[in-house]
Each structure stands twice: as C-alpha cells, then as structure tokens.
C-alpha cells in the first residue's frame, strides 16, 4: 500500500534519530551492567610513590578534577566516546568498580552520574595526599600518582593528622633546606638526633629543624625547656613527620654509639682519599668487614670531600654485616643528619627501618614495622552486584490515525556480577614478591537479553619480583600499563632496571588484551622501550619511548614518544607526545596543567589533539565483514590497508578549562568550559563516509557544598548547557549525601534534563529521581540503590491526510543490590 510505505518511510524520518538514541540508551545499560565502565582500578605501592591506574572498558575523554592536586577525595568527571555506547542524553547508574591492591591508600571507588552523557569516578585516599593525573596514549585509561609517599614514612602535607608515636622538638622553621652545619649545631647543643622534616602551607614547602624522637612526653617538654634558650620559636611536636610517626623510632632503647667527628683529622690528597676508598670497596667485596670498618673510619675523620657521603654509607652497611647492629644505626643516623637529601637517603632510611623494627622485636617481643619483614601479605575483597532496569517505550501520533496504531516497546535487564581480587606481597631485605589477581563471572536471568553470554573476566593476573640491590624489576602475566606507549591491558613481560638513581630503562613484550573475557588473543604482539628519567629532588621527571606492533605479521603500529611531568608547589604541567613513525601521524599531543592562584581560585588547562581511535592498522576492519587483518587481505591489498586504516581513524580536538574556588569552609564553586571538535572520515572500501561534529561548546557549574544540614552531608548543584551531536542539551542536578544513623548514609539524587534542536525539530525532557542507601564500616560495604526515569519526546509526522504530533514517552525503573568484603592479615 503506497500510503503506508509513505508513512512508515516519513515515520522512520521522524523517529529514526530517536530510534539511534533508544539504541544507544539501551546500549549504555550494557556498558553499566555487563560490560560496566569501569573494569578495574589497580593500585601500585612503590618506595616513594603509589600509581592508581584506572582501566575503563571503552575510551573516555577527560573532562576536569576536583580538588586539582591535593586532598582526601578526588572527583574524575569523563565523557564515555561513542565506543562506550552511551547516549550524551543518557544517564548513568551507579557502580562500585573492582580494586585490586592498595587498600590502604585508596579506601574507596565509586562510579556515578552528576549530569547527562558524564561519569564521576571518586576515589577517597585513606589520608590526605598530593596527586598529578594523565592520561595515556590509549583513551581507555587513566593513571594517577600519588606523591611523596615513602613507604614507611610520612611526609605531611597542610591540614594531615596522623596518629603520634613519638615527639620531637621543632627549632625553627623557613622556606629553604637548612645547611648541614645548622643540623650538626643543633645535635651538638641539645646532645639529641637532629633531622629536617618539610611541610606544605599554602602552597609553600617549609623546611622544620628539629630533634628528636622523644618517647615520653616529660623528657619531651624537658628538651624544649632546654632548647627555647637557643631556639626561641621552639615548639613541641607529636608524631606528625617521618621519624616521630615511627613506632620503632622510639628512643627508650640503648644509647647509641658515638661517631667519628667530620675534621678531626688532617686533610688527605684527593688521589688518596679515591684510593683509600677503593680498598674499602674492596674489602666489602671479599666480606674483610674489619678491614673495611677500619678504612672507613679514616675517611669519616677527613674534612668533607666528595665521595664522603658514599663513605658513610659504606662504613654502615660494613658494620651492619659485621653484626655490630648499634654501630650500623649510629652511622645511618649521622648519614641522615648531615645528608638529609642525599642520594642514598631513602635506601638508608629503609635499611634503619628494618634494623629499628628487628631491635623493636628483640625488646618486647612483637613485630614492629612488620610491613618490612619477610612475610607473606595477603589482602583481597569479594564482591557482588545484582541488577534489573526494564524501560517501556509508548510511541503514536496525536491524535492517532486509523491506520498508524501506536506503539509499545519494553526491554528488561536482569543480570548477577562477581567480582574476586587477591593480591599476595612479600617484602623483603633483598627481594620483593607479589602475585595479584582481579576477575569476575556475570550471570544473566533474561535470555537472548543484552546481558545474554555470562561471560568470565580475567582482568589481572600476573606476578611480580624485584632486586632492591641490582634495581631490577620482573613482572609477567596479564597486566596494564598505559605509560611508555602501551595501550593498556597486555598478556606479556614487564621489565624495569634502575641502573642509576635517577635513570631506569623499561622494556616490555607481550600480546595487547582487548577483551578480559578472552583467552590471550596472539594475532598482534607488540615490543616498547622506554627511558626515564627522573633525578632526585627535583620537581620534574620524563620518559622517552619507543614501540612496535605487528597484527597477523602486518605492521600495526610504530611509534615514539615523550612524558614529562612537573610539579611545584603552586602548579603541575603534563606532557604527553605520541607520534607514528610508520603512518607518519600524530596519535597524541597532550597538555595538562594547574595553577594555584591568589585568594583560593584554581585553574587547569586540558589540551588535546588525538587520533580516534589511536591509529593502528587494524582500523581497517572498522565497517568491514572480516574480523582479521588476514581475512581482509583475501579482498584488499596491503597498501588498500593501510589506505583504510588511515580513512577510518578520525583526528578529535578537546579543550577543557576548569576554574575552581574555595568558599569559606562549606562551599566550594567550579566552573568547566569544554569545547570539541572530531573530524570527517571519507567514504572509501565499501565504508560509508562519516561527517565531522564541528566544535561542540559544553559548559558546566557545580557548587559543592558540605556539613550545611548536618554534620558529614555533601550535597552538589550542577548546571549544564551544551551542543552534543543530537542536540541543544540542558540539564540540572542535584545530589545529596548524608548520615542517617551509624554507618548508614543515604543519597537521593534528582536530575531534570531537555534536549532541543535536533535535526528533525523535535524535543525531549527527562525526569530522573533515584536514591542510594549505604552501609559502610570497616572492611564491609552494602549498598542499595532504587531509581527511574519518566520521558517524553515530541515530533512532528506529516501524513496524507495531515500533520500529528509524534509522541514517545519512556519509563524505566531500576534497582541494584550489591556489597563488597576486603581482608588484608
């Protein structure tokens, strides 16, 4: 019938865009439920670092984070690409994704919905921490680093409390390292330790002279009498750097031997001191301990030289493996007090440690430090999520024709997820151990639904050790890193040697993973080498890196690249550079920084040029009937591939500018301009061509507010108004989380949102109210979420006998159950 061919082609005109848009929303509660955003966050505790690694399972485009570089919570905003299957008119639910290690820097993830089309992942840190955040080469990960984290230790930055274990007196404070004869004068008057600890006020390092640790408060408060006649602005200090927040730092022990004093003897020729020092490593080295002991002795004596801090730390260890374990101590002490920033302080610091920890043990009969012996850690979680989300769509004109009966749709989802980490450490004197593994099972109860395949996923599973002498680092299994040119997940070797303190050299081979729910998938394989450097107490580090692929014996991708990060007291840069030698194309060109600015305002700068996706060969498949490079080339020659990949991968632009205020202690103001651009891709091979975006304008308020109605709350207001590829978007949202009792805390949540002038002149208004009940305390953590959507969406049909009004109203309602348990021995 020609009328009803007409009005089902103009019904298909009208609706067609919505049609997409319902496939994409039903597509965005796969990635929620089956495929989930988030497939793990991997935490790596290193000496004086901690790296939290965020893989997502589709690419997604960094947006902003708040705070900028320091806090005990960090808020990640994301816009999923259309890889992600995510609607920008979409709202998301919420997810608690899987943590593998660190549980006792990051105590918390959780994945949620402050606007339309966006994600905002919050890890909460177990105290206070200074962070930098990049992203890497590949869109589907994000890595941040904790900084000024030596394990053992803490370094305090403004506003940290930390439990206290010892005292210490605090003699003076200024902006600038104290020189080593300030620290020699102050052990020398008050007869006690002297060390510099540094703290961060306002943006500003201050550098605190102090003695100490004081075990008792009495003989504490009777130093600072005694220092107050030299030091007048001396003030007691309780358990808040690296020495006084040390249990086995105490000084209800035996008094430490006396060292040689620096000077005491005439000064030596060079050539000989070079000698004289020579003879000691070669006694080290034919285990002559005594011989050893009694060269470097000599040299401690000499006025200070060049080689004199290594000497010290010689004649230490010399006394350590001679079991003079008092001896030992006093050495390492007096190479912390007059090399506080020394090359080998940190090694030191470690080797202390363990010597206070084993002394500690012998006196009361405990382990003390114990995170230092060789013992095996084991720590890991258990989790699970249940989930249904039905949405009914009800569609007709209006008034109905006789012959266009309105239409109704209903979809549902219901579906079980397991997810499993295990992380086993061993940290020794010499060698570290660890096995890690993260993975999980979904059950789905709608058969043939989005959900159908209950798939198994391995995310993770690799083991690791390390050589603390020889710098050596061995990793291998299935494992992420999106540093160094790697795209993310692989099934392969990591190696790292650090062959001098401040350079290392990372290689790494294997076969990348695109889908955790596979076995490893061998077709491509790939080869990095990186440098980096990264000298001591610098405020800068950077990497030089080089990588190969090949898919099916093709070339895939070859590539170089730099990383560079720089962080100041006030400010961070990021740098990232990725160039394709092969294809000669720019994949990636980064710029991220953060400036901190009078009277509490923050401002960060995003600016990005990519390849999307990041260009590779395989690119050449997109829209194609082949699933491999091998089976493409039955109908394509290798240069029409390499042809294709080129015309598949289009080059996207994002900026991003967040301007950040602090107001009073309750409020906190953000604004975020963002504008991008993706470009064209032409029609060749069979593949339709895709137009470009042009530059799509977003532009977000947020007000934070916390403790406004009771003790704990933390309540958001964002604002959003922006061009997205189906429309003119506006939205507000408005969430809320507070005590309601215990350990309960309940956060409702309501979001209104409108989209406008879509191509077909239609227009659509959402109404989404949902509420989450948690319970968290200690190692457990439940969590009930209840919500819906009521939709509705108006166009225009103009039929035969005259123009109606197209109707869609939608209804979807959810709920999740889910909780997590984590142990740790």
Request: hydrophobic share 40%; aromatic share 8%.
């Amino acid at each position: 019938m020609p009328g009803s061919n007409a009005a089902r082609r103009l019904r298909w005109l009208v609706m067609g865009p919505l049609a997409a848009f319902a496939e994409g929303a039903a597509l965005a509660q796969v990635s929620v439920t089956a495929n989930r955003l988030v497939d793990v966050i991997q935490v790596d505790d290193h000496e004086n670092q901690a790296d939290v690694t965020m893989v997502f399972s589709c690419s997604m485009r960094f947006v902003t984070n708040v705070p900028a570089n320091e806090g005990k919570e960090v808020r990640i905003q994301f816009v999923p690409l259309p890889d992600c299957r995510v609607s920008p008119f979409g709202q998301i639910a919420t997810e608690i994704p899987p943590l593998s290690g660190g549980t006792n820097i990051v105590t918390g993830a959780r994945v949620e919905s402050l606007g339309p089309g966006q994600i905002t992942l919050t890890l909460t840190f177990a105290k206070n921490e200074r962070f930098v955040i990049a992203q890497g080469v590949d869109p589907r990960g994000l890595r941040l680093r904790l900084l000024d984290r030596a394990r053992g230790k803490v370094r305090v930055m403004g506003g940290q409390d930390e439990t206290a274990s010892n005292f210490a007196i605090n003699l003076d404070s200024q902006p600038a390292p104290f020189e080593p004869q300030a620290i020699e004068a102050a052990h020398q008057r008050l007869k006690a330790p002297a060390f510099v600890s540094e703290i961060v006020v306002d943006g500003v390092k201050w550098y605190r002279l102090r003695v100490g640790p004081v075990e008792h408060r009495s003989d504490a408060e009777r130093l600072l009498q005694l220092a107050l006649q030299d030091y007048p602005r001396a003030w007691l200090a309780i358990g808040d750097d690296a020495i006084t927040s040390d249990a086995s730092a105490a000084t209800g022990q035996v008094p430490l031997p006396a060292v040689e004093r620096i000077g005491s003897d005439p000064a030596l020729p060079p050539e000989q001191l070079h000698q004289m020092l020579a003879d000691a490593r070669a006694a080290m080295s034919a285990h002559n301990y005594p011989e050893a002991i009694a060269i470097l002795t000599k040299l401690q004596r000499q006025p200070e030289f060049p080689d004199r801090a290594r000497a010290q730390e010689l004649l230490g260890l010399a006394r350590e493996r001679s079991g003079q374990l008092a001896h030992a101590k006093a050495e390492y002490e007096e190479y912390l007090r007059r090399y506080p920033h020394g090359e080998a302080a940190e090694r030191i610091e470690y080797r202390l440690k363990i010597l206070r920890a084993a002394e500690a043990k012998a006196r009361t009969g405990r382990d003390v430090g114990s995170a230092e012996t060789e013992v095996w850690q084991i720590s890991g979680g258990f989790a699970q999520m249940f989930r249904y989300d039905g949405t009914r769509v009800t569609s007709g004109p209006t008034p109905i024709p006789t012959n266009l009966p309105p239409a109704a749709d209903t979809t549902q989802d219901s579906a079980i997820f397991t997810d499993v980490d295990l992380l086993a450490r061993r940290r020794g004197q010499t060698f570290d151990f660890l096995g890690r593994f993260s993975g999980g099972y979904d059950k789905s109860f709608v058969p043939g639904g989005t959900n159908f395949g209950d798939p198994t996923r391995v995310s993770l599973a690799s083991v690791e050790a390390i050589d603390k002498p020889l710098g050596l680092l061995a990793r291998l299994g299935r494992q992420v890193n999106n540093v160094g040119g790697i795209l993310g997940t692989f099934d392969g070797v990591f190696l790292s040697w650090q062959f001098q303190p401040s350079w290392a050299i990372d290689a790494a081979a294997g076969y990348p993973t695109d889908l955790t729910t596979a076995a490893p998938q061998t077709q491509r394989r790939f080869e990095s080498l990186s440098f980096v450097y990264a000298p001591r107490n610098a405020h800068w580090d950077c990497q030089f890196f080089a990588v190969t692929q090949e898919y099916d014996g093709v070339k895939d991708r070859q590539g170089v690249g730099f990383e560079g990060r720089y962080l100041a007291s006030r400010a961070s840069l990021v740098a990232l550079l990725d160039y394709d030698t092969f294809y000669h194309s720019l994949n990636t060109a980064s710029l991220l920084g953060t400036v901190q600015l009078p009277a509490h305002w923050s401002v960060s700068l995003d600016a990005e040029r990519r390849n999307a996706p990041v260009l590779t060969t395989g690119n050449a498949l997109i829209g194609q009937p082949a699933t491999t490079l091998s089976g493409l080339q039955q109908s394509l020659t290798l240069d029409e591939i390499y042809q294709a990949a080129r015309d598949r991968t289009a080059s996207a632009s994002n900026y991003n500018f967040t301007a950040t205020r602090q107001l009073g202690q309750r409020f906190q103001f953000t604004a975020v301009v963002s504008a991008t651009q993706t470009g064209a891709t032409p029609a060749s091979f069979g593949v339709p061509a895709q137009p470009a975006t042009g530059l799509l304008m977003n532009y977000q308020v947020q007000l934070y507010g916390s403790n406004l109605w009771t003790n704990g709350d933390f309540n958001v207001v964002t604002l959003t108004h922006g061009n997205t590829e189906i429309g003119r978007l506006d939205s507000v949202n408005l969430t809320s989380r507070f005590p309601v009792g215990g350990a309960w805390r309940l956060a409702p949540r309501f979001t209104v949102q409108r989209l406008t002038g879509q191509s077909d002149g239609s227009s659509q208004s959402s109404y989404i109210p949902s509420a989450l009940l948690d319970y968290q305390r200690g190692n457990k953590l439940l969590q009930l979420e209840v919500g819906g959507e009521l939709g509705s969406r108006e166009g225009f049909l103009q039929l035969a006998n005259g123009q109606f009004v197209q109707t869609q109203k939608t209804t979807r309602y959810y709920a999740s159950l889910s909780y997590r348990v984590t142990f740790q021995n």
